[in-house]
């Protein structure tokens, strides 16, 4: 087995993640749950060959120097995919994502239609959120590939790695890849405001600095595009917040309330139909109260904002929830167990 003929079984059988597990089958991600392949087991042999094979002399030194390593291939006509190399027991495992061939529609992907609203904005920032495996690079994706269709603009991403990869149509789109064109996130982020970006796409803001860029970014009148790995749309903000120092939190709530522009936070929840995937979706937009409540410090009301914000967009997950489940799209105990409020659900689907 090469990594080439793995990628295609993988693709073939639609599955959306692989993992070589040593003393394992080669396991298929398939509608959200792991199943094993009938090949053989893996032996250590196999996991290093498939790991080493596909890594130039670069990568090979970043592996052996720090024991993780994440990268994209290539397979296929113009498939790609994203390999994360881990060790156990001291020999190299694969976790691999494999990303979707074309950018669907936001009907296909069951995004809010504010959405394209909120992309359609001159500056600002707009985070996507939510764990791993929900999406958020496939609706990172959709709003770079809507704003490449309908402006005359320059995109600038800055991604690790690269998952899909935009031609550009209407706008000018630059691709960059951390370790590969670029050394980090934040110093990436410095150089590219001198570049004339409109729009600048952050696959993910791990520190402080590159959080701090990001803010001064929308300050200056970009449209900063960003993902989090936070639950919700408040914590997202108290993540914002909270990774500065006191003495700095003051500055840091004052620039968010001035260029927030929304906050989508998504879950991927097996639905009914066939075992299908379904996203939900809850939308935090920056209106005048959600800028007074965080630069105010009052974090903990903008959860009644969102409550109350219908009329601007806005959704709480659990009305997402509810929501699906009236429409059939995902069971009863799932709409519960993933609910912030699981009250909210048994009281209005009584």
Not at 149 to 159: N, Y
Request: proline share 3%.
């Amino acid at each position: 087995m090469n990594m080439q003929t793995l990628l295609r079984a993988g693709r073939k059988t639609g599955a959306s993640d692989i993992h070589i597990v040593v003393g394992m089958p080669p396991l298929f991600r398939v509608h959200g749950e792991v199943m094993a392949t009938t090949s053989d087991a893996i032996t250590e042999t196999s996991a290093r060959h498939l790991t080493f094979e596909c890594l130039n002399d670069a990568q090979k030194a970043t592996l052996e120097a720090t024991w993780q390593l994440c990268f994209s291939t290539t397979f296929g006509a113009r498939d790609r995919a994203r390999v994360t190399v881990y060790f156990r027991n001291g020999c190299p495992e694969l976790s691999i994502r494999l990303s979707e061939n074309n950018i669907r529609s936001r009907a296909e992907l069951r995004l809010p239609a504010v959405i394209d609203e909120l992309a359609r904005r001159p500056s600002g920032l707009f985070l996507i959120t939510g764990p791993t495996g929900v999406g958020k690079t496939t609706t990172f994706h959709y709003i770079i590939n809507l704003i490449n269709a309908e402006s005359r603009k320059k995109i600038i991403t800055i991604e690790d790695p690269i998952e899909y990869t935009h031609e550009s149509q209407r706008a000018l789109v630059i691709q960059q890849e951390v370790l590969t064109d670029v050394r980090s996130y934040q110093q990436a982020l410095v150089h590219v405001l001198r570049q004339d970006p409109d729009v600048i796409a952050i696959g993910e803001m791990r520190d402080r600095e590159t959080i701090y860029t990001a803010l001064m970014a929308a300050e200056t009148g970009h449209l900063v595009l960003a993902t989090l790995h936070t639950p919700d749309s408040v914590q997202s903000i108290q993540r914002v917040v909270s990774a500065f120092s006191e003495g700095q939190q003051s500055e840091v709530r004052l620039m968010l309330s001035n260029t927030l522009q929304g906050v989508l936070s998504q879950q991927l929840l097996s639905g009914t139909n066939g075992g299908q995937r379904v996203l939900c979706c809850e939308v935090l937009i920056g209106t005048q109260a959600v800028r007074h409540n965080i630069r105010e410090n009052a974090i903990h009301k903008l959860y009644s904002e969102l409550q109350a914000g219908r009329k601007h967009g806005m959704i709480t997950m659990d009305h997402a929830l509810l929501e699906a489940y009236q429409r059939g799209d995902i069971s009863y105990d799932a709409a519960l167990t993933a609910a912030r409020d699981p009250a909210t659900i048994r009281e209005r689907s009584a």
